[in-house]
């Protein structure tokens, strides 16, 4: 089974308006870490955000939030005000707590913001 | 404060060759880890490296290998080129290992086999 699951290959946005990225994982461990990336097309994979298993609030930093639902097993990337800067690959990742040295990463997606 | 470098960026090789891929992690940073991504197998985990020592390795052949040298620079090779190893090969730094622990990413070398 995948690890982590991306469902939407590419999606649009305007310009100012919210989006959402949504992202599913399967774990049997207790303790772990979810992670979302940014890709530009310049290949460097940009840190956004992290969510611990155990944190009890959704992670937020700056324009980006984690909607966190632990039951449903989602990880779900919420920017709001989008900018034609965020135009990239976006990838969801995971970290297991019995095996934190490898991420696993999702398949991706493609958010292209229009003007 | 200087990012994750990664060289060379761009190689091409021909099959049956073999290529070694530098990595030189952030300053401070003891865990280097390296992925290959491809369109069709996406961020596939390669090894990860801390304190020189390989801690964890992916579901690759024996063709592909790596070292962290003492100040926690690394290395991979891949031996006898295949066309399916073309792809982009990205290294993560770390400064500890750790679930929630980030990376952060080089731009990665692009190889292409032909």
């Known amino acids: 089974a995948q690890k982590i699951t991306q469902t939407q290959p590419g999606m649009f946005v305007q310009e100012k308006e919210a989006v959402t990225l949504d992202c599913t994982y399967d774990?049997?461990?207790?303790?772990?870490?979810l992670f979302w990336y940014k890709q530009p097309s310049s290949g460097e994979m940009i840190f956004l955000i992290y969510q611990g298993s155990y944190d009890e609030q959704n992670a937020t930093e700056g324009r980006y939030s984690l909607n966190f639902q632990k039951a449903r097993k989602s990880a779900n990337l919420v920017i709001s005000a989008s900018q034609l800067g965020d135009s990239a690959m976006y990838f969801c990742?995971?970290?297991?707590?019995?095996?934190?040295?490898?991420?696993?990463f999702g398949s991706g997606t493609k958010l292209n913001v229009k003007p | 404060k200087a990012g994750v470098t990664q060289t060379p960026r761009y190689l091409i090789k021909t099959r049956g060759q073999q290529v070694t891929l530098s990595c030189s992690p952030i300053?401070?940073?003891?865990?280097v880890s390296w992925y290959q991504q491809t369109p069709g197998q996406g961020l596939q985990f390669l090894f990860e490296?801390?304190?020189?020592?390989?801690?964890n390795k992916g579901n690759f052949p024996g063709r592909f290998s790596g070292r962290q040298f003492s100040n926690s620079r690394s290395e991979m090779n891949v031996s006898t080129l295949e066309l399916g190893d073309s792809a982009l090969y990205l290294c993560?730094?770390?400064?500890?290992?750790?679930?929630?622990?980030?990376?952060?990413f080089g731009q990665g070398t692009r190889l292409t086999v032909v």
């Open positions: 990742a995971m970290r297991e707590g019995n095996n934190f040295n490898k991420f696993y």
């Open positions: 774990t049997s461990d207790q303790s772990y870490g």
């Open positions: 300053s401070g940073h003891r865990s």
């Open positions: 993560a730094s770390s400064r500890r290992q750790g679930m929630n622990t980030e990376a952060f």
């Open positions: 490296y801390f304190s020189e020592t390989q801690r």
